[in-house]
């Protein structure tokens, strides 16, 4: 598995384009929730699809237009092993319990981790 470690900065940039599927700088300034340069947000952009390669681009005009080339899950996943291996000393028991336990979980969400559980028991047999 490809790791994707991204800052909490490069998340919030990522998260504006997975939701919008596709984005220019000024359409990821314009709908970050807080104010970020626009040469940051530039800047945020290059390294994401140049170094950490999660973006992909092409020109439309006179600007670049960011799309994905990973998806939100592959990301999660990725930063789920991290801390798994290096914090949690491979048991997710805790980071679980510790999820749930701050969180509200809803009646669909605790019925779709039964569902999970249930399928790796199964796994097993």
Not at 31 to 53: C, F, H, P, Q
Not at 70 to 82: F, H, I, L, M
Request: aromatic fraction near 4%; proline fraction near 2%; hydrophobic fraction near 40%.
């Amino acid at each position: 598995m490809t790791e994707h470690q991204l800052t909490r900065c490069e998340l919030e940039v990522m998260d504006v384009v997975w939701e919008r599927g596709r984005a220019t700088v000024q359409e990821v300034c314009d709908s970050l929730g807080r104010d970020l340069a626009y040469t940051t947000v530039m800047t945020t952009l290059k390294i994401l699809e140049e170094k950490r390669d999660v973006l992909t681009k092409y020109k439309e005009g006179r600007a670049f237009v960011y799309v994905p080339k990973v998806s939100r899950d592959e990301v999660c996943r990725s930063v789920a092993q991290d801390l798994k291996k290096n914090l949690l000393r491979k048991s997710v028991s805790p980071l679980l319990l510790n999820l749930l336990e701050d969180s509200e979980v809803s009646d669909a969400e605790l019925a779709d981790l039964k569902a999970a559980i249930a399928r790796l028991e199964e796994d097993r047999k």
